[in-house]
C-alpha cells in the first residue's frame, strides 16, 4: 500500500507560478515511480508528467514541456511538480499516482496502482 498526499494548489493569475507536492507513504519510496495527471470539469484524466523510481528520469505532455517540472527529493519522500508560465486552460484537479508494478506504459490511468486525493488549481485570466 502507498499513502499520497497532494498540497500545494491554489489560485493563481495566467503566467505565474505554483509548485504542487506530493507526499508518499507506506512503501520504500525508491521502489517506485510516480506521475502526475489532472482532471478538468467534464474532461477525462490526462497524463501531466512522470519520473522514474532510479535514475529520475523524466517525461511530458506534449503540451507541459518547457512549463512544468517534475522532481522526486527521496530525503522527504516527496515528488513535486513546478508550474510555470500558467495559463487558464491549466486549471484542474492535479493528481499524484504511484507506479509500483512495472508496466510498459506510463501515461495511462490504468499505468498507476495508488492515487492521491488532488488537489486543485485555478488559473484566472
Known amino acids: 500500500q502507498v499513502q499520497l498526499v497532494e498540497s500545494g494548489g491554489g489560485l493563481v493569475q495566467a503566467g505565474g507560478s505554483l509548485r504542487l507536492s506530493c507526499a508518499a507513504s507506506g512503501r520504500v519510496f525508491s521502489s517506485y515511480s510516480m506521475g502526475w495527471f489532472r482532471q478538468a470539469p467534464g474532461k477525462e484524466r490526462e497524463f501531466v508528467a512522470h519520473?522514474?523510481?532510479?535514475?529520475?528520469?523524466?517525461y511530458y505532455a506534449d503540451s507541459m514541456k518547457g512549463r512544468f517540472t517534475i522532481s522526486r527529493d527521496s530525503a522527504k519522500n516527496t515528488v513535486y511538480l513546478q508550474m510555470n508560465s500558467l495559463k487558464p486552460e491549466d486549471t484542474a484537479v492535479y493528481y499524484c499516482?504511484?507506479?509500483?508494478?512495472?508496466?510498459?506504459?506510463?501515461?495511462?490511468?490504468?499505468?498507476?496502482?495508488?492515487w492521491g486525493q488532488g488537489t486543485q488549481v485555478t488559473v484566472s485570466s
Open positions: 499516482a504511484a507506479r509500483v508494478r512495472l508496466r510498459v506504459g506510463i501515461s495511462g490511468t490504468d499505468d498507476y496502482d495508488y
Open positions: 519520473i522514474s523510481r532510479s535514475r529520475g528520469s523524466t
